[in-house]
Protein backbone atom coordinates (compact mmCIF):
# COMPACT_ATOMS: atom_id res chain seq x y z
CA UNK A 1 0.00 0.00 0.00
CA UNK A 2 0.98 3.72 -0.46
CA UNK A 3 3.07 5.40 2.22
CA UNK A 4 4.62 8.37 3.03
CA UNK A 5 6.61 8.23 6.13
CA UNK A 6 7.82 11.50 7.40
CA UNK A 7 10.52 12.52 10.06
CA UNK A 8 10.45 13.10 13.32
CA UNK A 9 9.55 16.70 14.92
CA UNK A 10 12.48 19.00 15.62
CA UNK A 11 13.00 21.89 17.88
CA UNK A 12 15.57 24.42 16.15
CA UNK A 13 17.46 27.50 17.31
CA UNK A 14 16.78 30.61 15.14
CA UNK A 15 19.30 30.64 12.59
CA UNK A 16 19.85 27.04 12.50
CA UNK A 17 18.83 24.81 9.42
CA UNK A 18 16.69 21.92 9.69
CA UNK A 19 15.85 18.45 7.27
CA UNK A 20 12.54 17.11 6.96
CA UNK A 21 12.38 13.97 5.24
CA UNK A 22 9.45 11.84 3.51
CA UNK A 23 9.93 8.49 2.78
CA UNK A 24 7.36 6.89 0.23
CA UNK A 25 6.78 2.91 -0.69
CA UNK A 26 4.19 1.44 -2.04
CA UNK A 27 4.22 2.84 -5.61
CA UNK A 28 6.66 3.89 -8.58
CA UNK A 29 8.49 6.47 -6.75
CA UNK A 30 9.38 8.75 -10.18
CA UNK A 31 6.08 9.03 -11.55
CA UNK A 32 4.67 11.22 -9.02
CA UNK A 33 5.56 14.43 -8.16
CA UNK A 34 5.54 15.16 -4.37
CA UNK A 35 4.63 18.31 -3.12
CA UNK A 36 5.22 19.76 0.30
CA UNK A 37 2.72 22.09 2.25
CA UNK A 38 3.19 24.00 5.63
CA UNK A 39 0.30 24.61 8.52
CA UNK A 40 1.47 27.19 10.90
CA UNK A 41 -0.41 26.91 14.40
CA UNK A 42 -4.08 27.34 14.01
CA UNK A 43 -3.42 28.47 10.07
CA UNK A 44 -4.76 27.34 7.49
CA UNK A 45 -2.99 25.24 4.71
CA UNK A 46 0.00 26.79 2.20
CA UNK A 47 1.32 25.67 -0.49
CA UNK A 48 4.98 25.44 -0.21
CA UNK A 49 6.44 23.95 -3.99
CA UNK A 50 6.80 20.61 -5.49
CA UNK A 51 9.83 18.42 -6.94
CA UNK A 52 9.68 16.30 -9.71
CA UNK A 53 10.67 13.57 -8.86
CA UNK A 54 11.86 11.46 -11.90
CA UNK A 55 13.68 14.73 -13.03
CA UNK A 56 14.39 16.30 -10.13
CA UNK A 57 13.44 19.83 -11.01
CA UNK A 58 11.99 21.61 -7.92
CA UNK A 59 8.95 24.34 -8.36
CA UNK A 60 8.59 26.83 -5.39
CA UNK A 61 5.87 28.99 -4.23
CA UNK A 62 6.09 32.81 -3.76
CA UNK A 63 7.18 32.99 -0.23
CA UNK A 64 9.19 30.33 -0.30
CA UNK A 65 12.20 30.49 -2.40
CA UNK A 66 15.97 31.22 -1.43
CA UNK A 67 15.32 29.20 2.54
CA UNK A 68 13.29 26.44 1.38
CA UNK A 69 15.29 23.61 -0.85
CA UNK A 70 13.45 20.36 -2.13
CA UNK A 71 15.68 17.03 -3.06
CA UNK A 72 15.56 14.29 -3.46
CA UNK A 73 17.28 10.69 -3.07
CA UNK A 74 15.61 8.03 -5.69
CA UNK A 75 17.72 5.56 -4.49
CA UNK A 76 15.79 5.49 -1.18
CA UNK A 77 12.74 6.86 -2.60
CA UNK A 78 12.86 9.71 -0.16
CA UNK A 79 12.43 13.39 -0.77
CA UNK A 80 13.70 16.21 1.65
CA UNK A 81 12.76 19.59 2.63
CA UNK A 82 15.19 21.67 4.08
CA UNK A 83 14.77 25.10 5.82
CA UNK A 84 17.35 27.11 6.43
CA UNK A 85 18.53 30.22 8.68
CA UNK A 86 15.39 29.40 10.57
CA UNK A 87 12.72 31.87 12.10
CA UNK A 88 10.59 31.67 14.60
CA UNK A 89 7.70 32.32 12.20
CA UNK A 90 8.83 28.73 10.02
CA UNK A 91 6.83 26.89 13.29
CA UNK A 92 4.61 24.85 11.67
CA UNK A 93 3.92 21.39 11.03
CA UNK A 94 5.42 20.50 7.34
CA UNK A 95 3.47 17.84 5.10
CA UNK A 96 4.38 16.16 2.19
CA UNK A 97 1.44 14.95 0.03
CA UNK A 98 1.74 12.90 -3.34
CA UNK A 99 0.46 13.76 -6.82
CA UNK A 100 -2.47 12.27 -8.65
CA UNK A 101 -2.07 10.25 -11.43
CA UNK A 102 -3.42 12.40 -14.78
CA UNK A 103 -4.07 15.97 -13.08
CA UNK A 104 -2.37 18.87 -11.61
CA UNK A 105 -4.09 17.78 -8.51
CA UNK A 106 -2.14 16.47 -4.97
CA UNK A 107 -2.97 14.91 -2.14
CA UNK A 108 -4.07 11.22 -2.38
CA UNK A 109 -1.28 10.65 -0.43
CA UNK A 110 0.02 12.22 2.70
CA UNK A 111 2.90 12.01 4.85
CA UNK A 112 1.82 12.03 8.71
CA UNK A 113 3.73 15.31 8.94
CA UNK A 114 6.49 17.02 10.73
CA UNK A 115 6.36 19.85 13.94
CA UNK A 116 9.58 21.81 13.27
CA UNK A 117 9.93 24.56 16.15
CA UNK A 118 11.85 27.35 16.00
CA UNK A 119 12.67 28.78 19.45
CA UNK A 120 15.48 29.56 21.90
CA UNK B 1 -0.06 34.40 -6.14
CA UNK B 2 -3.25 35.05 -3.40
CA UNK B 3 -5.29 33.08 -1.64
CA UNK B 4 -8.42 31.40 -2.98
CA UNK B 5 -11.52 33.20 -0.95
CA UNK B 6 -13.58 30.47 1.58
CA UNK B 7 -15.95 31.66 4.17
CA UNK B 8 -14.34 31.19 7.30
CA UNK B 9 -17.48 29.72 8.99
CA UNK B 10 -20.48 27.41 7.44
CA UNK B 11 -23.16 25.64 9.69
CA UNK B 12 -25.68 23.10 9.28
CA UNK B 13 -27.66 20.59 10.96
CA UNK B 14 -27.44 16.88 10.82
CA UNK B 15 -29.56 15.60 7.66
CA UNK B 16 -29.20 19.20 6.14
CA UNK B 17 -27.20 20.02 2.66
CA UNK B 18 -24.52 22.85 2.81
CA UNK B 19 -22.21 24.29 -0.36
CA UNK B 20 -18.62 26.10 0.61
CA UNK B 21 -17.55 28.29 -1.97
CA UNK B 22 -13.77 28.65 -3.43
CA UNK B 23 -13.33 32.08 -5.44
CA UNK B 24 -10.45 32.98 -7.56
CA UNK B 25 -9.38 34.23 -10.78
CA UNK B 26 -9.79 33.63 -14.37
CA UNK B 27 -5.72 32.59 -13.31
CA UNK B 28 -6.78 29.60 -11.22
CA UNK B 29 -10.06 28.42 -10.93
CA UNK B 30 -11.46 30.00 -13.51
CA UNK B 31 -8.49 28.89 -16.20
CA UNK B 32 -8.20 25.40 -15.11
CA UNK B 33 -10.41 22.23 -14.28
CA UNK B 34 -8.25 21.28 -11.68
CA UNK B 35 -10.05 22.33 -8.42
CA UNK B 36 -9.39 19.76 -5.22
CA UNK B 37 -11.25 20.01 -2.20
CA UNK B 38 -9.97 18.42 1.44
CA UNK B 39 -11.15 17.83 5.14
CA UNK B 40 -8.97 17.91 7.75
CA UNK B 41 -9.70 17.29 11.12
CA UNK B 42 -7.62 18.68 14.53
CA UNK B 43 -4.58 17.13 14.19
CA UNK B 44 -4.74 15.33 11.33
CA UNK B 45 -3.28 15.46 7.67
CA UNK B 46 -5.64 16.69 5.13
CA UNK B 47 -8.03 14.07 3.36
CA UNK B 48 -8.46 14.54 -0.14
CA UNK B 49 -12.48 14.40 -1.16
CA UNK B 50 -12.42 16.06 -4.65
CA UNK B 51 -10.38 16.42 -7.29
CA UNK B 52 -10.38 18.06 -11.29
CA UNK B 53 -13.29 20.12 -10.20
CA UNK B 54 -15.87 16.78 -9.47
CA UNK B 55 -14.10 13.93 -9.11
CA UNK B 56 -14.16 11.86 -6.10
CA UNK B 57 -11.49 9.21 -5.02
CA UNK B 58 -13.17 5.92 -4.92
CA UNK B 59 -12.94 5.54 -0.67
CA UNK B 60 -14.65 9.22 -0.15
CA UNK B 61 -18.49 8.81 0.37
CA UNK B 62 -20.50 10.17 -2.46
CA UNK B 63 -22.53 12.62 -0.09
CA UNK B 64 -19.13 15.17 -1.20
CA UNK B 65 -19.83 16.91 -4.13
CA UNK B 66 -17.58 19.11 -6.48
CA UNK B 67 -18.74 21.90 -9.05
CA UNK B 68 -17.65 25.23 -10.99
CA UNK B 69 -19.11 27.89 -12.81
CA UNK B 70 -16.75 30.74 -13.48
CA UNK B 71 -14.28 31.88 -11.20
CA UNK B 72 -15.73 30.18 -8.22
CA UNK B 73 -15.71 26.49 -7.35
CA UNK B 74 -17.96 24.78 -4.96
CA UNK B 75 -18.14 21.94 -2.25
CA UNK B 76 -21.78 20.58 -1.56
CA UNK B 77 -22.05 18.18 1.66
CA UNK B 78 -25.54 16.32 1.93
CA UNK B 79 -26.83 14.70 4.27
CA UNK B 80 -24.67 15.97 6.70
CA UNK B 81 -22.97 13.62 9.66
CA UNK B 82 -21.49 14.85 13.18
CA UNK B 83 -18.53 13.61 12.06
CA UNK B 84 -18.60 15.99 8.92
CA UNK B 85 -16.99 18.97 11.53
CA UNK B 86 -13.82 19.60 9.97
CA UNK B 87 -11.92 22.34 8.12
CA UNK B 88 -11.97 22.19 4.52
CA UNK B 89 -9.59 23.89 2.15
CA UNK B 90 -10.05 23.86 -1.53
CA UNK B 91 -6.94 24.48 -4.11
CA UNK B 92 -6.28 25.32 -7.84
CA UNK B 93 -4.06 24.76 -10.40
CA UNK B 94 -2.41 27.97 -11.13
CA UNK B 95 -0.15 27.77 -14.22
CA UNK B 96 3.21 27.23 -14.27
CA UNK B 97 3.29 23.80 -12.05
CA UNK B 98 1.75 26.05 -8.82
CA UNK B 99 -0.85 25.83 -6.80
CA UNK B 100 -2.80 27.98 -4.19
CA UNK B 101 -4.75 26.85 -0.96
CA UNK B 102 -7.94 28.79 -0.60
CA UNK B 103 -7.74 30.23 3.16
CA UNK B 104 -10.25 27.43 4.67
CA UNK B 105 -13.65 27.31 6.00
CA UNK B 106 -14.34 25.70 9.26
CA UNK B 107 -17.42 23.91 9.23
CA UNK B 108 -19.76 23.20 11.72
CA UNK B 109 -22.18 20.58 12.75
CA UNK B 110 -25.25 22.12 14.82
Known amino acids: QVQLVQSGSALKDPGASVTVSCKTS????????INWVRQAPGQGLEWMGNINTNTGNPTYAQGFTGRFVFSLDTSVRTTYLQITSLKAEDTAVYYC?????????????WGQGTLVTVSS | QSALTQPASVSGSPGQSIAISCTGT?????????VSWFQQHPGKAPKLLIF???NRPSEVSNRFSGSKSGNTASLTISGLQAEDEADYYC??????????FGGGTKLTVL
Open chain 2, 91 to 100: TSYTGGETMV
Open chain 2, 26 to 34: SSDVGGYNY
Open chain 1, 26 to 33: GYTFTKYP
Open chain 2, 52 to 54: NVN
Open chain 1, 97 to 109: ARAVAGTRGFGDF
